[in-house]
């Protein structure tokens, strides 16, 4: 059964404080994602990694930075919290469009959200 | 103007009901169009994909496509009270950027 994990389900920080939120998979995929949901805005894409040690900037990767050492862990960092970071984080792992042998299409798979606010 | 358009809800039906959610987006390179189901407290899901124009039907699901009007559905027919979740409709093109485009989502209650 596929299995992406978030290190936390809630997480309180204060304004200015670093912020890490980790996201493991166990199946093998190369692409990695993180989002922030808020509501009337759905899911919006902040960075994504394709590889290890790879990342590119999503729509909205101001005030965030990545870390994908492993191909199983991607990191989510914020390097100095805002109160307007305060949202539901979500980890999305998936195997590249068109693998052999995968699915049709590169199905994303989430992790269970960090809900992150930052008093 | 978002490049995924969906009505936010909440849509609040009887049990039994045929439900009818839809998107609307403006890039024209849009390939893969997928339905993602998430309840409350949980990430999100893949229910059902398209690839291009046309219809899918997965059980009580059906997916359709119309790029000419850039335009998808999904419909759920004999609606479940066990269905009441936010649908998120996302898309992408064949090449280029890898990740998807999200909708806002739509939160559906299937009252018994």
């Known amino acids: 059964d596929v299995k992406v994990t978030q290190s936390s389900r809630y997480l309180v920080k204060r304004t200015g404080e670093k912020v890490f939120l980790e996201c493991v998979q166990d199946?093998?995929?190369?692409?990695m994602f993180w989002y922030r949901q808020d509501p009337g805005l759905g899911l919006r894409l902040i960075y994504f990694?394709?590889?290890?040690?790879?990342?590119e900037k999503g729509d909205i990767p101001e005030g965030y930075s990545v870390s994908r050492e492993k191909k199983e862990r991607f990191s989510l960092i914020l390097e100095s919290a805002s109160t307007n970071q305060t949202s539901m984080y979500l980890c999305?792992?998936?195997?590249?469009?068109?693998?052999?042998?995968?699915?049709?299409?590169?199905?994303?798979?989430f992790g269970p959200g960090t809900r992150l606010t930052v008093l | 103007q978002k490049e995924v358009e969906q009505d936010p809800g909440p849509l609040s039906v009887p049990e039994g009901a045929i439900v009818s959610l839809n998107c609307t987006y403006s890039?024209?390179?849009?390939?893969?169009f997928m339905w993602y189901r998430q309840y409350s407290r949980k990430g999100p899901e893949l229910l059902m994909y398209?690839?291009?124009?046309g219809n899918k039907e997965d059980g009580r699901f059906t997916a359709q496509v119309d790029k000419s009007s850039k335009y998808i559905s999904l419909f759920i027919r004999d609606s479940q009270p066990s269905d009441s979740a936010t649908y998120l409709c996302?898309?992408?093109?064949?090449?280029?950027?890898?990740?998807?485009?999200f909708g806002s989502g739509t939160r559906l209650q299937v009252q018994p």
């Open positions: 999305a792992s998936s195997f590249p469009l068109g693998l052999a042998g995968g699915p049709g299409v590169d199905t994303q798979y």
């Open positions: 199946m093998d995929h190369e692409n």
């Open positions: 990694s394709y590889d290890v040690k790879m990342k």
């Open positions: 890039n024209s390179a849009f390939q893969y």
């Open positions: 398209t690839y291009s124009s």
């Open positions: 996302a898309m992408r093109g064949d090449t280029g950027r890898r990740a998807l485009t």
